[in-house]
């Protein structure tokens, strides 16, 4: 007895460890807790209850006249051709870029064991300027655009044109770094151009797996158009903002409605098309089955991409010249001439740093909440044939389907403005997209540690907590922290419904044109964005290990 009271006195070696890591944390959040003004039982009071049930009460019966459901499709299909117009001029963009920047295809590379330091330099600094320009939200450059071009689909197709053409030409460099890359090395060796080695040596490779993530990415450009239409830049977003403000309850009921059916039929589209190209792909052994039965390889895809692309333009009344004309871009010198030299008074910054501190707040706190709302959800939307399994993913898909800022234009007006609303945005939208990816990696764990305890007669709960959460820990920890990668961005733009952070003070200082104290703010949004993508990405790799 003695023996064992003594072994029951043995310190746990893990124990300090774990204690220092939780006081770190109980150190990081508290403080966080109150920037973020984090005060859940403002839910239950009752004249947040009451606002919120009277603008609730509104959506009931959705507006079903033909003359509304008939506007709706039509801001729906703008919706579609903005993201298709945006993706084009992407492309156009970042298939130069990706030339220039890909090491792959430099010539002063070939024949030597180092690439010269200028190269070198020049092609890191390129790689740098595409990270800066994707750190900048969709909708800031929306707010911009606005500003120079006026309301309508013209600033959201700029706006995805220079956001998504420099996270499509960072992506593309990787894809194409991460191929064999002898081909188009002998085909400049023997003095073809870059262009040339790209189409004839790299593009083959790689074509499936460049055009799997191009209709992905334009799967977020159809999300994306929908929130930039809340400032100004037309479709659903404009439509359901313009509907929110005059508390048009039935309205913003089938606007959602139609923009939850437009994002799954996006979804699906998506989905439909990548499986598509992984089976016609270079890898897949059956390629020349999939073209011979008419697959994404034959021409009527290519058809019909270019038809959804002419239509696009066509249907928006713009053109590439427009946009790019010189005129346009005299426009738009003259109007970023407005932002320099950035404002850096005092006062200013110290705004600046309690909105930025506001914002990480929101992601930080927002990411929490959903990651454990959403390990929740995930257990039993992740056990098949069972009663709950149906009701929580229909709960994940309409969660994830709302995006963040339409969540927070709706907690608005029952929290009212502040960080408070965002971080709630951020944390019903997150628990969807966690949700999902965590009962999916449930579903996906070996069972065998799980069945050794079930055979051993432990109780569910026994066998989730010692079997099943610590297998799968390391993989939502990883999804968490790529979540707030994406949260950061979030919550930097939730500010213009109200919503507080840097995003609130960007949208004021643009509304009284104070361009100088705007571009103050966008370089400290960008900052924070990076920040947060390199802690992200640290720690993931450490899980990783």
Same mark, same amino acid.
């Not at 998506?270 to 011979?292: N, Y």
């Not at 738009?332 to 501190?357: N, S, Y």
């Given at each position: ?309 002419? #239509? ?32 850096? #008074? ?180 960008? #900052? ?18």
């Amino acid at each position: 007895m003695a023996r064992a009271s003594d072994a029951l006195r043995i310190p746990d070696p893990a124990a300090p460890v774990r204690l220092l890591a939780l006081a770190i944390f109980v150190a990081v959040v508290a403080p966080l807790l109150v920037v973020a003004q984090f005060r859940p039982w403002v839910l239950v009071d009752p004249s947040s209850l009451g606002a919120l049930r009277q603008f609730v009460a509104g959506f009931f019966p959705p507006l079903l006249a033909p003359e509304f459901l008939w506007e709706t499709l039509h801001a729906a299909w703008v919706t579609v051709a903005i993201a298709t117009a945006g993706l084009t001029i992407a492309l156009l963009f970042a298939i130069p870029l990706a030339l220039m920047a890909t090491r792959q295809l430099s010539v002063s590379s070939i024949g030597r064991d180092r690439m010269g330091v200028l190269p070198r330099a020049a092609r890191a600094g390129l790689r740098a300027l595409l990270v800066s320009v994707r750190s900048v939200p969709e909708l800031v450059l929306a707010l911009l655009f606005v500003r120079v071009f006026g309301l309508g689909p013209a600033a959201g197709v700029l706006a995805i044109g220079i956001a998504y053409g420099a996270m499509l030409a960072k992506v593309f460099c990787d894809i194409v770094e991460s191929n064999d890359g002898q081909a188009a090395s002998a085909l400049l060796a023997n003095g073809a151009g870059r262009l040339s080695a790209f189409v004839y040596g790299t593009l083959p490779q790689c074509l499936a797996e460049l055009s799997s993530y191009l209709i992905y990415r334009w799967e977020c450009a159809v999300r994306a158009s929908v929130v930039m239409g809340f400032v100004g830049a037309g479709g659903l977003g404009q439509a359901t903002d313009t509907a929110m403000k005059m508390m048009a309850g039935n309205e913003v009921a089938t606007l959602l409605l139609a923009f939850m059916a437009l994002v799954f039929l996006a979804d699906l589209v998506s989905a439909f098309v990548r499986r598509r190209l992984e089976a016609g792909g270079p890898r897949s052994k059956r390629r020349a089955s999939a073209t011979a039965r008419g697959g994404l390889s034959g021409g009527w895809f290519a058809a019909a991409l270019l038809a959804l692309v002419v #239509a696009s333009f066509v249907s928006l009344r713009l053109s590439l010249g427009d946009l790019l004309s010189l005129d346009a871009l005299a426009d738009m010198g003259r109007f970023v001439r407005g932002f320099v030299p950035p404002d850096v #008074a005092p006062r200013l910054l110290e705004r600046i740093g309690t909105g930025a501190l506001e914002t990480i707040a929101m992601s930080l706190i927002g990411t929490l909440i959903a990651t454990l709302t959403g390990v929740l959800i995930a257990l039993p939307a992740s056990r098949r044939n069972t009663p709950g399994h149906a009701i929580a993913r229909l709960i994940l898909n309409f969660l994830r389907a709302v995006p963040e800022l339409v969540w927070a234009a709706i907690l608005v007006i029952a929290v009212g403005l502040g960080p408070f609303a965002g971080t709630l945005a951020l944390a019903l939208h997150t628990t969807g997209v966690l949700g999902r990816l965590f009962a999916d990696t449930l579903e996906n764990l070996p069972p065998g540690p799980a069945d050794a305890l079930r055979d051993n007669g432990a109780s569910p709960g026994a066998i989730f907590f010692y079997a099943r959460l610590p297998q799968a820990i390391p993989q939502f920890l990883s999804y968490a922290l790529y979540r707030w990668e994406n949260n950061i961005r979030a919550a930097t733009v939730l500010g213009v419904v109200g919503a507080g952070g840097l995003g609130q003070m960007l949208y004021f200082s643009l509304s009284l044109f104070q361009m100088r104290q705007a571009a103050s703010i966008i370089v400290a949004m960008i #900052a924070i964005v990076l920040a947060v993508d390199a802690l992200s990405h640290g720690l993931r790799a450490r899980l990783g290990r």
